[in-house]
C-alpha cells in the first residue's frame, strides 16, 4: 500500500462548524489530490497540490479550501460545514504528473457526516 | 466470460469465468487511462494503466483493452475469484495539462462460489 494516512478516518460535525481534514504521505510524492466520492457521482476532485504552496482547483472546489507547507501533508479544510458536504473524502498522491504517466494512489478515506 | 455492453453498473459471474468490465470515456484527446479497485469501505486500489499508443496491456489475471476509435476501454479478468467481488472503476487523465484524473461511474463486480 501506498504510504498515505488519512486523519481522522471518522467524523460527525455540525453544520456551520470548521473542519480540518489532513492527509500525510511518506512517499516523497510531489503530486497530492483530494477527492470525493459520492453516490451516483463516483470520485470528483477537489483541489491538487503540485508542489510545496501550490494548489489548484477542482471540479467541486467550492466550499473547501487547502494548504500544503510540506510535501508530507495536505489539509482540506471546510470552513463552514453544511449537509451537502456530508461524503467520504479520499486524499491521493502521484510522484508526478498523470500526464508523465503516474498513477495516482488513494488513501483509505475519511467518512464525514455533517448533521 | 460475459460481456456487459457499454457500461451497466452490476455483474454477477460465477468464481472461474472471464469477467468484462466496459467503460465509455469521454474526451477524444485523453492520453492515459487507469482501472482502479474498490472494495467497500476502502479506497481505491490501483489494478492497470494503459497509454493511449496502446491497444492493449496485460497483467496479472488482467487485460484492459483500449479502443480510441469509438472511445472505449474494457477490463477483463480471468479466471474471476470471491476476492474480486469490489466496484470497478475507469479513469481518464481528461485535463491537458495532466494534473488529475476523471473517473467513470463505476461497475459493482459480484463473483459467486
Known amino acids: 500500500d501506498a504510504g498515505i494516512t488519512q486523519s481522522p478516518r471518522h467524523k460527525v460535525t455540525e453544520t456551520g462548524t470548521p473542519v480540518t481534514l489532513r492527509c500525510h504521505q511518506t512517499e516523497n510524492h510531489r503530486y497530492m489530490y483530494w477527492y470525493r466520492q459520492d453516490p451516483g457521482h463516483g470520485l470528483r476532485l477537489i483541489h491538487y497540490?503540485?508542489?510545496?504552496?501550490?494548489?489548484d482547483k477542482g471540479e467541486v472546489s467550492d466550499g473547501y479550501s487547502v494548504s500544503r507547507s510540506k510535501t508530507e501533508d495536505f489539509l482540506l479544510t471546510l470552513e463552514s460545514a453544511t449537509s451537502s458536504q456530508t461524503s467520504v473524502y479520499f486524499c491521493?498522491?502521484?510522484?508526478?504528473?498523470?500526464?508523465?504517466?503516474?498513477?495516482?494512489?488513494f488513501g483509505e478515506g475519511s467518512w464525514l457526516t455533517v448533521v | 466470460g460475459e460481456s456487459v455492453g457499454l457500461h451497466l453498473p452490476t455483474l454477477s459471474v460465477q468464481e472461474g469465468d472471464n469477467s468484462i468490465i466496459n467503460c465509455a470515456y469521454s474526451?477524444?484527446?485523453?492520453?492515459?487511462f487507469i482501472w482502479y479497485k474498490q472494495e467497500s469501505g476502502k479506497g481505491p486500489q490501483f489494478i492497470i494503466d494503459?497509454?493511449?499508443?496502446?491497444d492493449k496491456r496485460q497483467g496479472q489475471r488482467v487485460t484492459v483493452l483500449l479502443n480510441k476509435t469509438v472511445k472505449h476501454l474494457s477490463l477483463q479478468i480471468a479466471a474471476t475469484q470471491p476476492g474480486d467481488s469490489a466496484v470497478y472503476f475507469c479513469?481518464?487523465?481528461?485535463?491537458?495539462?495532466?494534473?488529475?484524473?476523471?473517473f467513470g461511474k463505476g461497475t459493482t463486480l459480484s463473483v459467486s462460489s
Open positions: 491521493a498522491i502521484s510522484e508526478t504528473s498523470v500526464a508523465s504517466g503516474n498513477t495516482i494512489y
Open positions: 497540490s503540485y508542489g510545496v504552496k501550490d494548489t
Open positions: 494503459i497509454r493511449s499508443n496502446m
Open positions: 479513469a481518464e487523465n481528461f485535463n491537458q495539462a495532466g494534473t488529475a484524473l476523471i
Open positions: 474526451n477524444s484527446a485523453s492520453d492515459y
